[in-house]
């Protein structure tokens, strides 16, 4: 059943520009194929081209621009777009490309060395693959939604582990090499770019090269593991022994993470996973319940970027200002870049200023965004509201003077 990706909620802290100029510079050299060149086009075509049997140095890099007809470019890009925008905004731009590129090697290398045929190798799925894999490793509780077009038509949202494995990993590479074994697809390309792609993206996160956070593979692996090495040391030892009499805790248990830790980190997690299933129903009510719960736990929680906009504005609806004003202010903390964000700054200054008369933070956030107003309306708004802030404000401090 095909299942076309269309994005992931994941957030993307940072424009993806690495990501579009690779997506620019496929398309580019497609068209650039497509003129009407005649023999020299066909030259360079089989220049970039990977001939596996005697490749060339830098057909291992060329390759993996060239596709071979429309529908091939564009099925490479959308899956680049969906997944490599995450994967590029947490890598960062320069890491990001050679990340791709060194994916694409990888691929190119794992299929000559199985290939006696003497074929050509061709597109960008290697490199791709090895991004779709970095993004399981990078978000593996992230969903994506997908579209169906055939038997069940329409958008459906599933967890993003169960499509990468499943879906693009076993059923479109495996399964279907066994059942089609002379297609003309190059499946031992895309196993070879998913096997670099989960590897060195967990060896990145090892390293400490990527931020790591709460809920990348590693660390929901290293939660696992310290759970399961607290309960095995504990069950180990009688009562006395667990440092109940007062007596030293085994060495085991002491340097595993405490369950209490774990299940925080967990509760976390599910929050997180419980607000945007609400969200998805359509529940704001609830999903901005959910919220409250989850920053009962951690108050520096950020959701993703769509994901903390509807809290916030569920919140400014339902008038809980208190939460929207926090909601807000944590949705500016960590997506100050988004286009978003000088609207969300004029609504939080006002909710400060005229529903909790809270006039120093609201003058505060006003006059750090009065020269980042989009439009001469907006700013004519802030700038009426930031005169009112500061006049309450100095008849505050005058009136504590007295």
């Known amino acids: ?91 960062g731009h320069g890491p990001y490309v050679l990340f791709y590129l060194a994916g694409g090697v990888f691929a190119a290398l794992g299929y000559a060395l199985l290939d006696d045929q003497g074929t050509v190798l061709i597109g960008a799925s290697g490199a791709i693959a090895a991004v779709t894999t970095a993004y399981l490793v990078l978000f593996p509780r992230s969903h994506v939604l997908i579209l169906s077009l055939i038997v069940l038509i329409g958008v459906f949202r599933i967890p993003a582990m169960i499509l990468i494995l499943v879906k693009i990993i076993l059923w479109d590479n495996v399964v279907a090499q066994w059942l089609d074994p002379d297609t003309r697809v190059a499946h031992t390309a895309h196993l070879a770019g998913y096997l670099f792609g989960f590897v060195a993206g967990l060896a990145l996160l090892a390293a400490r090269a990527v931020a790591r956070d709460h809920y990348d593979l590693l660390s929901l692996w290293d939660r696992a593991h310290r759970r399961f090495v607290w309960r095995k040391a504990v069950a180990e030892f009688s009562a006395p022994q667990r440092g109940l009499d007062g007596r030293i805790i085994p060495k085991a248990v002491a340097q595993a993470r405490s369950p209490e830790a774990s299940a925080a980190l967990d509760r976390i997690a599910e929050g997180r996973e419980h607000i945007r299933e609400k969200l998805a129903a359509g529940d704001t009510t609830g999903a901005c319940d959910a919220h409250q719960a989850l ?41 100050r870049d988004s286009s978003e964000a000088p609207g969300v700054a004029l609504l939080l200054g006002i909710i400060l200023a005229r529903d909790l008369m809270n006039w120093s933070a609201a003058q505060r956030i006003l006059s750090a965004w009065a020269e980042r107003m989009p439009d001469a309306a907006r700013e004519a708004q802030l700038q009426t509201w930031l005169a009112e802030a500061r006049r309450e404000a100095s008849a505050t401090c005058k009136s504590k003077s007295r």
């Open 1 to 91: 059943m095909p299942l076309i990706p269309i994005r992931t909620e994941s957030p993307v802290k940072r424009k993806p520009w690495a990501n579009i100029a690779l997506i620019a510079l496929n398309a580019f050299v497609f068209a650039a194929h497509a003129l009407p060149l005649g023999a020299w086009a066909d030259r360079v075509e089989r220049a970039m081209a990977l001939q596996t049997l005697a490749p060339a140095t830098w057909q291992f890099l060329t390759y993996q621009f060239a596709h071979a007809n429309l529908t091939h470019l564009l099925g490479n890009l959308v899956f680049l777009w969906v997944f490599g925008n995450s994967v590029n905004g947490k890598l």
């Open 295 to 335: 920053v009962s736990i951690d108050p520096q929680q950020c959701l993703a970027e769509r994901e903390q906009l509807l809290i916030a504005r569920g919140y400014y609806a339902q008038g809980r200002m208190a939460q929207a004003a926090a909601a807000f202010e944590r949705f500016l903390a960590t997506y």
